[in-house]
Nanobody, 125 residues
Framework: QVQLVESGGGLVQAGGSLRLSCAASGRTFSDYVMGWFRQAPGKEREFVAAINRSGGSTYYAGSVKGRFTISRDNAKNTVYLQLNSLKPEDTAVYYC??????????????????WGQGTQVTVSS
């Protein structure tokens, strides 16, 4: 099991940017596929982005592709999510998640065993 702590959320105006970080501890970070998900009030948790163990492959939801960038630094045990051109509909709690196998695919929440506590992102219009 790996422990995950997100940071970097906040309040930003539409069109602005934020950088989320997720620090991992407890196991070998480079063994884990990492994902970012978000959940808005009254909605289901949805996939945002994922990155493979080496950082060489990334995956994005259609709604964020071209605006968000996922990256990782295995030496720092940290995964990042750069959020650009933010829209009010991006408002949600953002969670990072980790798993060694992502059995159901990188975009399905059930694929991830370990989750952080979340960080709030609020985009004002």
């Amino acid at each position: 099991q790996v422990q995950l702590v997100e940071s970097g959320g906040g309040l930003v105006q539409a069109g602005g940017s934020l950088r989320l970080s997720c620090a991992a501890s407890g196991r070998t970070f480079s063994d884990y596929v990492m994902g970012w998900f978000r959940q808005a009030p009254g909605k289901e948790r949805e996939f945002v982005a994922a990155i493979n163990r080496s950082g060489g492959s990334t995956y994005y939801a259609g709604s964020v592709k071209g605006r968000f960038t996922i990256s990782r630094d295995n030496a720092k045990n940290t995964v990042y999510l750069q959020l650009n051109s933010l829209k009010p509909e991006d408002t949600a709690v953002y969670y990072c998640a980790a798993d060694v196998r992502t059995v159901y695919g990188y975009s399905h929440p059930s694929s991830y065993n370990d989750w952080g506590q979340g960080t709030q992102v609020t985009v004002s219009s």
